[in-house]
């Protein structure tokens, strides 16, 4: 399943479900089939995904959650996707629509 966040202030950010249900899980809100980040609501969610980030980095590069490793077919290579990759473009939506006073919702 992917989650598609819209904000009238950018374009559409695509997320796959078990991304998607991490960031929910860092800001507080609930992986439901649709919501919505309020302009009120952002700051909050912005500061909470940056904090994570930066906790993430300080753990270093050899911290693999389950959620972000990829094992190859001969499980020799392991490619690990930081939480800033996969966050930055909703932090980034989060910004632009907060500055242009207009919320970001997101559904299934």
């Known amino acids: 399943m992917l989650y598609r966040f819209k904000s009238q202030a950018t374009a559409d950010v ?3 479900e ?3 249900r991490q960031l929910f899980d860092i800001v507080g809100k609930a992986p439901t089939r649709s919501g919505i980040f309020t302009v009120e609501q952002m700051p909050g969610a912005i500061a909470a995904l940056e904090a994570a980030i930066r906790r993430e980095a300080q753990q ?3 911290n693999h959650d389950a959620l972000a490793v990829e094992e190859h077919e001969s499980n020799a290579a392991v490619q690990h996707v930081a939480l ?3 966050a ?3 932090i980034d939506m ?3 629509s907060h500055a242009e006073g207009k919320d970001v919702v997101w559904g299934t």
Do not use: C, I
């Open 94 to 96: 989060l910004k632009r």
């Open 14 to 16: 695509v997320m796959l």
């Open 88 to 90: 930055t473009p909703l």
């Open 84 to 86: 800033h990759q996969r």
């Open 18 to 20: 078990v991304n998607a």
């Open 60 to 62: 270093g590069p050899h």
